[in-house]
């Protein structure tokens, strides 16, 4: 699993719903049902599927239905299998990773089936009882392209929307991800969240770890500041990022 720096509330709340989904016999006993459904949302690389799998410890199972493995044909069955899987191993969170290509209503995506997944999902989560200690968290890029009939109280309950980090979390991720790498660094952090203003957590690992790529290069291996400025003269990085 992923680390997750910066997102302190996203993180506090994902505390809640894991200590809820623990207690779920409690809450049940006090008529209190668990929220149903938690949706993350944000541009591609904030991290949302890394808080997401977070939720799932040793005593949560964690079941996944990605957009990038349904397919057309299967996918409205993938969709029933997933929540009988959630239902049968609680408790459990299900997270449909990318739920705006698995069953969104733009023409682009590669299912042409959306409208039949989208009603298989509503049922599934209007099917979901009190009883059932499964949590359904999606992760999506354009909670437009979802529709309203998902977005709502007794669906999905909770929509939390990442950005993309501050200055002072962009300096604490890199510090992390260089960290990582076994390399001396002669770095100034603060200038480097600086210069780094919009990046996300993945694009400023894809960052760190080019940048110690072309340390390895050297005769004597170290990170420097012109191994930062080749990594983001020669790469995209301030491209809008495209789906896989």
Do not use: W
């Not at 992923?2 to 993180?11: A, P, R």
């Not at 209503?105 to 209007?126: C, G, I, R, Y």
Request: charged share 30%; hydrophobic share 40%; net charge negative.
């Amino acid at each position: 699993m992923g680390m997750i720096v910066g997102c302190e509330k996203e993180k506090k709340t994902i505390s809640q719903l894991r200590d809820m989904l623990h207690k779920a016999e409690l809450y049940r006993e006090r008529g209190i049902r668990i929220p149903r459904g938690l949706l993350l949302t944000g541009e591609p690389g904030v991290g949302k599927t890394v808080l997401a799998r977070s939720l799932a410890d040793d005593g949560i199972n964690l079941i996944e239905l990605r957009a990038a493995t349904c397919c057309d044909d299967v996918a409205v069955e993938a969709v029933r299998e997933v929540f009988r899987e959630s239902k049968a191993n609680t408790p459990a969170v299900l997270l449909l990773d990318e739920l705006d290509k698995i069953a969104g209503f733009s023409p682009s995506f590669f299912m042409e089936d959306n409208d039949k997944v989208m009603k298989t999902l509503l049922q599934e989560l209007d099917d979901l009882s009190a009883d059932d200690a499964v949590l359904v968290v999606a992760t999506c890029n354009d909670i437009n392209m979802i529709g309203d009939a998902l977005v709502r109280p007794g669906r999905f309950d909770r929509v939390l929307t990442l950005e993309a980090p501050d200055e002072e979390t962009r300096k604490n991720i890199l510090k992390v991800y260089f960290d990582i790498i076994k390399l001396p660094c002669e770095l100034d952090f603060d200038y480097l969240a600086r210069i780094t203003y919009g990046y996300t957590g993945a694009k400023l690992e894809c960052l760190a770890n080019e940048a110690g790529i072309l340390g390895m290069e050297k005769e004597n291996p170290v990170i420097t500041q012109s191994d930062i400025n080749a990594v983001i003269n020669g790469m995209d990085f301030n491209s809008t990022e495209k789906d896989p």
